[in-house]
């Protein structure tokens, strides 16, 4: 029997989100949530939803549950906000409990498995920044099941997780980053493989973690979503124009 897709009225009010359903002559047997980063909103996730257009995949690109402050704009995943008293700029990681709370058992438990029958394993994260830290941080929190993968631009694992695990998360993992000034850094590495069974390092030849911005870029993304996705139809590779 099929998972029954979401709507909207299955949410509860503290998730925020835009569902990107797939064409009706495809039944929606896997789930992508995509997670953005520090300052940002749900919609630029949401117009990449609709670009990749995978087969029999729903996107639910999911809003941050705190706005900034001082009528900043955007929105962010932190229990806390903290700006480095150097730099003034704000900090990435500053705890993820509230967050993780709200993915893990509002959205995931709650609504897809428990309200539409899906599997952990039918269920992809992808995020980007501090969204990709969430994504990591919630695969090693549910590591008694896996999730079908976690797709992480410029993501390390959140400085409140273990240094290692035993045994190690089954959820396979791409992180994508940037050549130069990548807060994934070779002890963020180490970290990594340290805590899942499989991690696989994609580096742009590009300055800092940005989002892909290239057919080249986007094509190990799509070559991992291809093997990981439930699904009889091909996923296309790479042959969308991404205007991120």
């Excluded at 509230?98 to 995020?127: Q, W």
Aim: hydrophobic share 40%; aromatic share 6%.
């Amino acid at each position: 029997m099929l998972p029954r897709v979401p709507t909207s009225r299955d949410f509860p009010s503290a998730v925020q989100a835009t569902i990107i359903s797939p064409p009706q002559s495809h039944p929606a047997t896997n789930i992508l949530v995509l997670l953005h980063g520090l300052g940002d909103t749900n919609d630029a996730f949401t117009a990449l939803g609709r670009q990749m257009n995978l087969p029999e995949t729903l996107c639910i690109s999911l809003r941050a549950p705190t706005p900034l402050p001082f009528d900043l704009g955007g929105f962010h995943w932190g229990d806390d906000l903290i700006f480095d008293q150097s730099t003034g700029e704000m900090e990435v990681d500053t705890g993820f409990i509230s967050s993780t709370e709200l993915l893990a058992r509002n959205l995931v438990h709650d609504v897809l498995m428990e309200k539409c029958g899906y599997r952990l394993r039918d269920i992809i994260l992808f995020g980007y920044g501090q969204g990709a830290i969430l994504a990591l941080g919630t695969a090693v929190e549910l590591r008694k099941n896996e999730f079908g993968g976690v797709i992480a631009i410029g993501g390390i694992l959140p400085h409140t997780s273990p240094p290692s695990l035993t045994p190690k998360c089954k959820t396979p993992v791409m992180i994508c980053k940037g050549m130069r000034n990548s807060a994934v850094t070779p002890a963020e590495k180490e970290r990594l493989k340290s805590s899942f069974e499989f991690v696989d390092i994609k580096e742009w030849k590009k300055n800092a973690d940005g989002m892909p911005s290239s057919r080249d870029e986007m094509l190990p993304i799509m070559q991992f979503l291809s093997r990981r996705l439930r699904s009889i139809r091909e996923v296309p590779q790479g042959s969308i124009e991404l205007g991120l």
